[in-house]
Structures are given as structure tokens and as C-alpha cells.
T-cell receptor, first 114, second 113 residues
């Protein structure tokens, strides 16, 4: 089946540093790709998404580009803040015949220190 | 707030008791998913339901776990005779018939003591 691989964490950065969290996927079809964020003790929030090749999703200073040739969807932010500390999940929709199923990566924990 | 509503948000059960988690999908959505997040792990698909039907339960443990999505009312994830290993966050998600966007609830945290 389809799957998602993320760089292992935890990742610790200083405030205002550049962030990259790598994400690659395997899929038989043509999935949509997502980044979700989970702040400590909270639920999942959709951060951004892209539905076709070369699409760039962006939100709150985060960006990710759907790269079909490298099957990647790396998350980037130019200058992180302490409030960005959270767990980030890369995900895709595995398309079944009549419905989509979201497949998640294992998550990458990010800690931003002042 | 017309989003996916889950309750209870936090539930404590003793070993051997039953846990019932409820999920009210976005109004008008007829597709519901349940995911489980074990401590320090990612989210794993459990089951996908449409109104009154289980479509895909490939991620459900074979015993003690069941799910339903009746014609009226919320979807229910039921765990019988809970064990410590059932302690996790359980997330519900819903989608409309197009399935283009799947919305997640804020989760229910089950602790088994």
C-alpha cells in the first residue's frame, strides 16, 4: 500500500533558524499531499496541502512543494518561532475505488529554543 | 463551530471496563474515519464507515474493538475490556461524498489505569 516516510526527530532549532523537514512518499496512484501539525496536548490541524505536481502549499510562513519526480513534499520555513514547537505529520490520501484514506508519516517533533 | 466534534475529550477507564468514544461529523458529511495515535507514534488508520455501513476495517484490532455509524446520531468507537495498551488518542475524521477534503476532530484521549 501507499506509505509516507519522514525524517526522524526530534529536531531542535534556535529561534529564527531555517527549517526543513523531509518527507517522501510511495503511492500507486496520484495522491494529494498534506502537512498536519499537532501542538502539545492538542488535536490535529491541517497546515497546508497540495493536490497536483508542482503545486506549492503555504500557510503561516510554512511552504511545501509537490515534487512528483522525487516523490517528495518537504516542509520549509524561513524563520521559526518558539510557537512553532510541535509535531509535524506528512500525509497523503490513498485513493481507493470509492473513498480516500489518509496515510500518515510517523511525525517529526520540532523544538524551537529562544 | 461546524467542525468534527469528539467527546469525551479525555476519558479514564480501569482495566476491564468499556470505553465509548463519540464522533459527530461535519454537518452533511456521511463518511467517518477513526484513527489511533499511540504515545510517541503517528496516526494509524482503524476504520472507515459510511452511514450504517462499515466499508474498511482493515486497521481495527480483531477483538474488543467495534465501530458504528448509525443512520441517526454520532459515530461510536467502542472498546470492550480495555487494557493498558489501549491508552492512546483516538481521532475521528469526516468527509462528504466527494471525499475531497477530510476534516479531523480534536481527538479523544483514553487513559487506562
Amino acid at each position: 500500500g501507499d506509505s509516507v516516510t519522514q525524517m526522524e526527530g526530534p529536531v531542535t532549532l534556535s529561534e529564527e533558524a531555517f527549517l526543513t523537514i523531509n518527507c517522501t512518499y510511495t503511492a500507486t496512484g496520484y495522491p494529494s499531499l498534506f502537512w498536519y501539525v499537532q501542538y502539545p496536548g492538542e488535536g490535529l490541524q491541517l497546515l497546508l496541502k497540495a493536490t497536483k505536481a508542482d503545486d506549492k502549499g503555504s500557510n503561516k510562513g510554512f511552504e511545501a512543494t509537490y515534487r512528483k519526480e522525487t516523490t517528495s513534499f518537504h516542509l520549509e520555513k524561513g524563520s521559526v518561532q518558539v510557537s512553532d514547537s510541535a509535531v509535524y505529520f506528512c500525509a497523503l490520501t490513498e485513493m481507493k475505488t470509492s473513498y480516500d484514506k489518509v496515510i500518515f508519516g510517523p511525525g517529526t517533533s520540532l523544538s524551537v529554543i529562544p | 463551530n461546524a467542525g468534527v466534534m469528539q467527546n469525551p475529550r479525555h476519558l479514564v477507564r480501569r482495566r476491564g471496563q468499556e470505553a465509548r468514544l463519540r464522533c459527530s461529523p461535519v454537518k452533511g458529511h456521511s463518511h467517518v474515519y477513526w484513527y489511533r495515535q499511540l504515545p510517541e507514534e503517528g496516526l494509524k488508520f482503524m476504520v472507515y464507515l459510511q452511514k450504517e455501513n462499515i466499508i474498511d476495517e482493515s486497521g481495527m484490532p480483531k477483538e474488543r474493538f467495534s465501530a458504528e455509524f448509525p443512520k441517526e446520531g454520532p459515530s461510536i468507537l467502542r472498546i470492550q475490556q480495555v487494557v493498558r495498551g489501549d491508552s492512546a488518542a483516538y481521532f475521528c475524521a469526516s468527509a462528504d461524498s466527494s471525499g475531497n477534503t477530510i476534516y479531523f476532530g480534536e481527538g479523544s484521549w483514553l487513559t487506562v489505569v
